[in-house]
């Protein structure tokens, strides 16, 4: 048996991994101890070696990094290593001045390295001061600067090119919210990087600064408290100054090296070593003259011959395979190429019988809007109607046809017409060079434009200039892109005839993609319980009222569980939308967990529930048009008060009369929602906006 998440036994003691907040105070704290608290020799070994290894640690993930930002707490840690490695110098300082002594880290980096000469070691350890300080830190805090300017100076026109992309509905909010964040995060990491450069210069002069007060300190101390001679103490004090210096600029180095890494990557698909790879060796000619050249000087009397005859090889060897793979590569494209224009010519009519193919959807443009479906041109349309058609999968469960998009000269020029299997459902007038803008209700100041409805939802829009959009946007319009409108238009004719859209074998289709994960229940459904035309025909009641059919492995339990009983599609209709209670009512509730509903009056649900009846083709109600309309004008005058209110026109009423009350409030809300108690969620909370009545007095009067 499963046990849920919150319930399940949580492991007891100290966890590193839960309490991670507590480690790094911790080490804060150990670090500052480190200044003010004598350390032993041995404790020093250890925190020494654990600074080398973190530094070469965070030098590798940086050259692993595919985004700079990804290591957004770096600017942080270089504070902290710096800061580890300063408190060490003191605690160095401290055991080289007080005991001649520092650990066996810093005795053999003072003899190892140096090979046994303190003055050896100090010219290396002024060198690799020079190459931090001078190179390396003075170039990374220079880029850190510039990136940090050109990223704030960016900033605004990124976020421009969110909202843009978000109002002409190439992403979702979701999505551009993800996009905003992560343009502050690129602004905050490098504006902290551009202070993080100034920690690794600042560490480069207070080591050349401990270095001198180390050696100047030894002297006096060892020639003044120690007894020991002039040349002794130089001896001693400068060789573990030296080692303790080389120590502490060695991982210096590294961290300053992997902030220049840091600085100086780009966003990339691949990792810092794959770039490398791919791009030296992008242009294998160039490979190949380099061999050449160094093959020369190898040749040349005097020079040494091997080493320059090996590396001319080895580029030449990298030269001609890096030639093969691009051959190859080029011969997989040619025949890439050749498949899709064969598929392409396959797909053209070759037969009289091919053009009586019927396109499920299709639109029309006039010749002034063919731009806007040519990339080349700089149109969208193409792209749009494909992120449409993924949407729309994803939201109601069933895939888009093919739309065909074909020029028309009989239209006006900046006309188009939309049909659906060759007949005529919408047609619409867009200016190009202009854009829609709609007042969200806020809005109080009027702009000059061409007033319009918007096609889709018949709301009340303008047409404004190009020169006047930024106005507009200022002043709270929503400003939509011409093909935008377009899309829009598209997409709310696709919900609304989504179940003319879904065919036989479309139906068939879905069903053998539920096989892959619910084999039997649909063995079980179909055909022995219902023909395929059968659940087809309960798709279409759903999608109907737009009910989504995505979750169709359900939707073909409930039909398999009461097909047996009925197979009246209505009726089994509605059992998947009671089964779909959650699901229903996800898409209506508010943030808060409310659903807003306008009820019928018992009386009238009563007489709803008297006037049905029975015949061999199934249930009907023969309500008087009048009576019919009186109701459906009742309906209106609530829910029209909820649609005022941003609200969605939701009436709920008992199962039984459900898709009775659907037919008459629909004849003058097309787009209400009838629900059913048996539809409503336990977890959503109902409010109640009204009550419809209708009485059959006052109809008299």
Known sequence: MAIPANQMPQEEGFSLARNQDIVLAGCVVAILAILVIPVP????????????????????????????????????????????????????????????????????????????????????????????????????GRISEVAARFTLDAMPGKQMGVDADLNAGLITEEQARARRTAIEREADFYGAMDGATKFVRGDAIAGIIIALVNIIGGLIIGVLQRGLTLTEAAQTYTQLTVGDGLVSQIPALVISTAAGLIVTRTVSENNLGTDFGHQLTRYPRALGVSAVMLAVFGL????????????????????????????????????QSQAEEAAEQEAEPSRTEDLLAIDPL????????ISMADPKQ??????????????TATKMGFIVPVVRIVDNMRLRANEYRILMREAEIARYEIMP???????????????????????????????????????????????IEPSAVLATHLTELIMEYADELVTREDTQNLVETAKATAKTVVEELIPNVLTLGEVQKVLHNLLRERVSVRNLE????????????????????????????????????????RLRVATLSPALEQEILDAIQQSETGESIPIDPARADAIGQ????????????????????????????????????????????????????????????????????
């Not at 299709?362 to 809007?369: H, V």
């Not at 209110?645 to 004849?667: F, M, N, W």
């Not at 929602?673 to 109640?688: Q, R, T």
């Open 554 to 593: 359900t939707i073909l339990e409930i039909l398999a569980d009461f097909g047996p009983r009925t197979k009246d599609v209505e009726v089994l209709a509605e059992y998947v939308r009671h089964a779909l209670a959650r699901q229903i009512c996800a898409e209506h509730k508010d943030e808060e967990g």
């Open 362 to 369: 299709k639109i029309e443009l006039g010749y002034g809007l």
């Open 41 to 140: 020799t041995w404790l020093v070994d250890i925190l020494l070696s654990i600074n080398i290894s973190i530094s070469i640690v965070v030098m590798l993930t940086t050259i692993y990094l595919r985004n700079p930002v990804d290591f957004a707490v770096f600017p942080s840690l270089l504070l902290m290593l710096t800061l580890f490695r300063l408190s060490l110098n003191v605690a160095t300082t401290r055991l080289i001045l007080a005991n001649a002594e520092a650990g066996a880290v810093i005795n053999a980096f003072g003899t190892f390295v140096t090979s046994g000469s303190y003055i050896v070691g100090f010219i290396i350890f002024s060198i690799l001061v020079i190459i931090q300080f001078v190179v390396i830190t003075r170039g990374a």
């Open 634 to 701: 009742a309906a209106l005058e609530v829910i029209q008060p909820m649609l005022q209110a941003g609200h969605d026109p939701i009436v709920l009423t008992s199962a039984q009369t459900r898709r009775y009350a659907k037919r008459i409030v629909e004849r003058h809300m097309p787009k209400a929602i009838v629900l059913s108690y048996n539809e409503i969620d336990p977890s959503v909370k109902l409010e109640s906006e009204g009550q419809i009545e209708a009485p059959v007095e006052a109809e008299a009067q």
């Open 433 to 479: 060079d202009h854009f829609l803008a709609m007042n969200p209700g806020l809005v109080e100041e009027e702009i000059e434009g061409t007033p319009t409805l918007e096609p889709a939802f018949g709301l009340q829009a303008m047409w404004v200039s190009k020169g006047d959009r930024d106005r507009a946007e200022r002043l709270g319009y929503t400003i």
């Open 300 to 335: 040349v009397p005097g020079m040494p011959t091997l080493p320059f005859i090996v590396v001319a090889a080895v580029l030449a060897f990298i030269a001609y395979q890096t030639t093969q793979t691009q051959a190859q590569q080029k011969t997989l494209e040619a025949q």
């Open 378 to 391: 700089g149109g969208d349309l193409l792209t749009r109607i494909q992120i449409l058609r993924q949407q």
